[in-house]
T-cell receptor, first 113, second 111 residues
Framework: KAGVTQTPRYLIKTRGQQVTLSCSPI?????VSWYQQTPGQGLQFLFE???????NKGNFPGRFSGRQFSNSRSEMNVSTLELGDSALYLC????????????FGPGTRLTVL | QQPVQSPQAVILREGEDAVINCSSS?????VHWYRQKHGEAPVFLMI?????EQKGHDKISASFNEKKQQSSLYLTASQLSYSGTYFC????????????FGTGTRLTVIP
């Protein structure tokens, strides 16, 4: 079974631009969670989608948004990029809901100049 | 809601044992343990659910004391491949599928 895939793997943007990241979960998994990882803040939860609905959201500004499609693929969008948005963005998929193992993708490394 | 991990870093010689602790101030539904090597995504090690249990495979095991909201990861007879940063992720009782991760424990195993 293929693992979680994320595209693109690397991205360089400038301040003020917007970016869209994509995540394809493991086949059959309906929950997709997004995390931001930085050296200073560590791994921080962004949001979780299940059956096309956002079920939970972390403490991030409204510039961070996401959505999930009927095939469980998910996208994350960041508008008006700031230098502090430079990070590794990880998505994780799980079968159903809480208590399930979350399998991480390789991440998208975003650099904001 | 971020759990506290200790120690922050540890250096072991091959064959030595280590314990990594994870403590939360909130009631927990589950604790997840991951290992991340530099430049790679976190890799799942194990999950412990509410009910207080202990799990293990090979030479890595973990315990979860839900009353104390604490979990410990035990690495025995460490191997070079155990090197990496270990994270615990905690899940509260709200039923939401999101994890709060500790700041990580950097484990280095030397020959």
């Amino acid at each position: 079974k293929a693992g979680v895939t994320q595209t693109p793997r690397y991205l360089i943007k400038t301040r003020g631009q917007q970016v869209t990241l994509s995540c394809s979960p493991i086949s059959g998994h309906r929950s997709v969670s997004w995390y931001q990882q930085t050296p200073g803040q560590g791994l921080q939860f962004l949001f979780e989608y299940f059956s096309e609905t956002q079920r939970n959201k972390g403490n991030f500004p409204g510039r961070f948004s996401g959505r999930q499609f009927s095939n469980s693929r998910s996208e994350m969008n960041v508008s008006t990029l700031e230098l502090g948005d430079s990070a590794l963005y990880l998505c994780a998929s799980s079968l159903v809901s809480s208590g399930d193992t979350q399998y991480f993708g390789p991440g998208t490394r975003l650099t904001v100049l | 809601q971020q759990p506290v991990q200790s120690p922050q870093a540890v250096i072991l010689r091959e064959g030595e044992d280590a314990v990594i602790n994870c403590s939360s101030s909130k009631a927990l539904y589950s604790v997840h343990w991951y290992r991340q090597k530099h430049g790679e995504a976190p890799v799942f090690l194990m999950i412990l659910l509410k009910g207080g249990e202990q799990k293990g495979h090979d030479k890595i095991s973990a315990s979860f004391n839900e009353k104390k909201q604490q979990s410990s990861l035990y690495l025995t007879a460490s191997q070079l491949s155990y090197s990496g940063t270990y994270f615990c992720g905690t899940e509260g009782l709200t039923g939401a599928n999101n994890l709060f991760f500790g700041t990580g424990t950097r484990l280095t195993v030397i020959p």
